[in-house]
């Protein structure tokens, strides 16, 4: 259960933004696309870590400036802040680059009062998903960069920039990943992450071939004709997006959280070199057959999308 904020200085405004009732009732399942919001966050004027003191099984107060009261309301319960900072010290050693320590998420869509900060007087009740262990365990990769975002305010997390070609999208993955050994306990249940094959469909090793090889698809693959081609999908389906081999539909199967998320899958295989991809030549797939996809077949080769959706309505008519 998670503890309420302990600190009496936040009270709650008598205008709420949505009524309670509007509140989700469910138990939110968290993905990186639910990573909507970055913020920058400082205390006593970097002399120090923000937050530092906030323990996982709890909920706590994150302020914003005074003056901007509206990027308080901007984020929507069960999306996801990221907390950057940049302290002055660690360990007695000047620093100088910033860390990403925090992801969390609004619990409520209240706005309450904080009078013992007159500069930071807004703030919300938040959940803490993921800490870094030790809070400095995470600084920049080198490749993103904070300046727009840092000021104090809800900034979207494309305003994270970076040098090496990222889009939304894969930055959203990533920053997933680089949190990936630091999320809560209490919310393991609650992180959405894609079957994975181990122990179901053969060795190890070459199930951890598979997932690399998956990972270069969405890291080094142009993002941009992925999104048209389930833009597309979406028009042509209803606003459903269904395994193009199977027919698994996340929406159906996860509720809410599996709208519009579905994995792309180039039929022409990433190890054939770049080269210019269209959209019919990505196929959008569920996780499972994503990677019997990029499994070799006794010949050697692999199968197509078609070979694929051939042998599983086989199986299903055998019985198997």
């Given at each position: 259960?998670?503890?309420?904020?302990?600190?009496?200085?936040?009270?709650?405004?008598?205008?709420?933004?949505?009524?309670?009732?509007?509140?989700?009732?469910?138990?939110?399942?968290?993905?990186?696309?639910?990573?909507?919001?970055?913020?920058?966050?400082?205390?006593?004027?970097?002399?120090?870590?923000?937050?530092?003191?906030?323990?996982?099984?709890?909920?706590?107060?994150?302020?914003?400036?005074?003056?901007?009261?509206?990027?308080?309301?901007?984020?929507?319960?069960?999306?996801?802040?990221?907390?950057?900072q940049k302290?002055?010290?660690?360990?007695?050693?000047?620093?100088?680059?910033?860390?990403?320590?925090?992801?969390?998420?609004?619990?409520?869509?209240?706005?309450?009062?904080?009078?013992?900060?007159p500069d930071?007087?807004?703030?919300?009740?938040?959940k803490l998903?993921?800490?870094?262990?030790?809070?400095?365990?995470?600084?920049?990769?080198?490749?993103?960069?904070?300046?727009?975002?840092?000021?104090?305010?809800?900034?979207?997390?494309?305003?994270?920039?970076?040098?090496?070609?990222?889009?939304?999208?894969?930055?959203?993955?990533?920053?997933?990943?680089?949190?990936?050994?630091?999320?809560?306990?209490?919310?393991?249940?609650?992180?959405?992450?894609?079957?994975?094959?181990?122990?179901?469909?053969?060795?190890?090793?070459?199930?951890?071939?598979?997932?690399?090889?998956?990972?270069?698809?969405?890291?080094?693959?142009?993002?941009?004709?992925?999104?048209?081609?389930?833009?597309?999908?979406?028009?042509?389906?209803?606003?459903?997006?269904?395994?193009?081999?199977?027919?698994?539909?996340?929406?159906?199967?996860?509720?809410?959280?599996?709208?519009?998320?579905?994995?792309?899958?180039?039929?022409?295989?990433?190890?054939?070199?770049?080269?210019?991809?269209?959209?019919?030549?990505?196929?959008?797939?569920?996780?499972?057959?994503?990677?019997?996809?990029?499994?070799?077949?006794?010949?050697?080769?692999?199968?197509?999308?078609?070979?694929?959706?051939?042998?599983?309505?086989?199986?299903?008519?055998?019985?198997?």
């Open positions: 259960m998670l503890k309420m904020p302990s600190s009496p200085s936040c009270q709650p405004l008598a205008v709420r933004l949505k009524d309670d009732n509007q509140q989700l009732k469910t138990r939110i399942m968290y993905s990186s696309e639910n990573i909507i919001w970055i913020k920058n966050v400082k205390r006593n004027q970097g002399d120090g870590w923000a937050y530092d003191d906030v323990n996982c099984g709890s909920t706590f107060w994150l302020n914003w400036p005074t003056s901007k009261r509206g990027s308080a309301t901007t984020p929507n319960v069960g999306d996801i802040i990221v907390l950057f302290p002055n010290s660690i360990n007695g050693q000047r620093n100088y680059n910033v860390h990403i320590t925090h992801l969390v998420s609004p619990v409520t869509d209240t706005i309450h009062t904080d009078n013992e900060h930071h007087m807004w703030c919300r009740e938040v998903l993921a800490k870094a262990n030790p809070i400095s365990a995470i600084p920049n990769p080198g490749y993103y960069n904070f300046f727009k975002p840092n000021r104090g305010l809800t900034n979207p997390i494309i305003n994270l920039t970076n040098n090496i070609g990222l889009s939304e999208a894969e930055t959203q993955e990533d920053i997933w990943r680089l949190f990936d050994n630091h999320f809560c306990p209490d919310v393991q249940n609650e992180i959405f992450r894609p079957q994975e094959p181990n122990g179901i469909f053969g060795e190890v090793e070459g199930d951890k071939i598979i997932r690399e090889h998956i990972k270069q698809e969405l890291t080094r693959r142009n993002s941009k004709i992925v999104q048209l081609a389930k833009a597309q999908a979406l028009n042509a389906n209803n606003g459903r997006l269904k395994c193009e081999c199977c027919k698994f539909d996340f929406l159906e199967a996860y509720g809410q959280i599996g709208s519009k998320f579905i994995e792309c899958h180039h039929k022409i295989h990433i190890a054939t070199g770049e080269r210019i991809t269209k959209i019919e030549d990505l196929a959008l797939v569920c996780s499972n057959c994503h990677r019997m996809l990029h499994r070799k077949l006794e010949s050697g080769d692999y199968h197509t999308v078609d070979t694929l959706k051939q042998t599983i309505n086989d199986t299903s008519k055998n019985g198997g």
